[in-house]
């Protein structure tokens, strides 16, 4: 396994610091698949690609474009992530979160993670809007395994509020003066690439799952790892009913985040002008 540690991100900070002039990004943003209108909103002052970043996986799906966009999103300077790793693609889970480490150490205060997810609570309706309020890592692995670097983080960090409250609390209040639906709900992430079969949907359901994808959990927990207060939104692309069940590809999957796609991104203003 690639090894991680300290040296390798100093390495990258470096490479990073002296391609983006003194930028100092105050907010990390993760945009998931079929989510680029947010990134078009960037006033963008650097871009850089993945390959060209010292100890980044490289992107492997073609919907996630992998690249750094460093810039002005509603008044607040970013670091975001067009693109993100997942675990199908055959990244460790430290190689996957490398990122959030790096977006941490380049000073970001705060970080949100968006991603597309099939709704698993029939009450939601495809195409509409979740934050998560907590989340069930079924990957059957962590990204802190392996030796702990103690700079980052305790051994056994506490998860029991993985969302931070006031960053949500921002995210109810826009939706509330916005008319917006805005669901809440658990997260369960699962490696895929396969969709879930009638009978795990049945499974994630009883387990207490709102919402299910492959991303974010890791993300989530590295950033905790580090104390970043993080706040997450799943876009529902899918309805994942076992009675009902259609069969999804990415394209639809793709279409239904780019219709849902606008409410995101007017949340997002709606909280970047509170905080
Ligand atoms: N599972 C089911 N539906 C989905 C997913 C998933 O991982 N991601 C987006 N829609």
């Not at 998860?159 to 669901?183: I, V, W």
């Not at 709102?210 to 974010?216: H, I, L, R």
Request: aromatic share 8%; proline share 5%; charged share 20%.
């Amino acid at each position: 396994m690639k090894k991680i540690g300290l040296q390798e991100l100093s390495e990258t900070i470096s490479f990073l610091k002296n391609n983006i002039n003194g930028f100092m990004p105050e907010i990390g943003v993760i945009l998931g698949t079929g989510l680029s209108k947010l990134a078009h909103q960037i006033d963008v002052k650097h871009t850089i690609s993945y390959e060209e970043i010292p100890h980044f996986p490289v992107s492997t799906v073609e919907s996630h474009a992998g690249r750094l966009l460093f810039g002005e999103l509603f008044g607040k300077k970013v670091v975001a992530m067009q693109g993100r790793f997942h675990y199908y693609e055959g990244y460790t889970l430290q190689q996957i979160t490398f990122p959030v480490r790096v977006m941490h150490n380049l000073g970001i205060q705060m970080l949100f993670v968006s991603n597309a997810a099939g709704a698993v609570n029939l009450n939601f309706k495809k195409a509409s809007l979740m934050l998560i309020t907590d989340h069930i890592n079924l990957l059957m692995d962590n990204p802190l395994i392996g030796p702990n670097v103690d700079e980052w983080g305790s051994r056994f960090p506490d998860m029991s509020e993985p969302y931070d409250a006031d960053l949500n609390e921002y995210f109810r209040k826009t939706a509330n003066e916005l008319n917006l639906t805005l669901h809440e709900g658990v997260y369960t992430a699962m490696s895929g690439p396969t969709l879930e079969t009638k009978a795990e949907y049945r499974l994630l359901a009883t387990l207490g799952t709102d919402a299910v994808g492959m991303s974010t959990v890791p993300e989530v927990i590295v950033a905790n790892h580090i104390g970043l207060p993080t706040a997450a939104i799943s876009v529902l692309t899918d309805e994942c009913d076992p009675d009902n069940l259609v069969p999804v590809t990415l394209e639809e999957i793709i279409e239904i985040a780019g219709v849902a796609e606008g409410k995101l991104v007017s949340l997002l203003e709606g909280v970047f002008k509170k905080i």
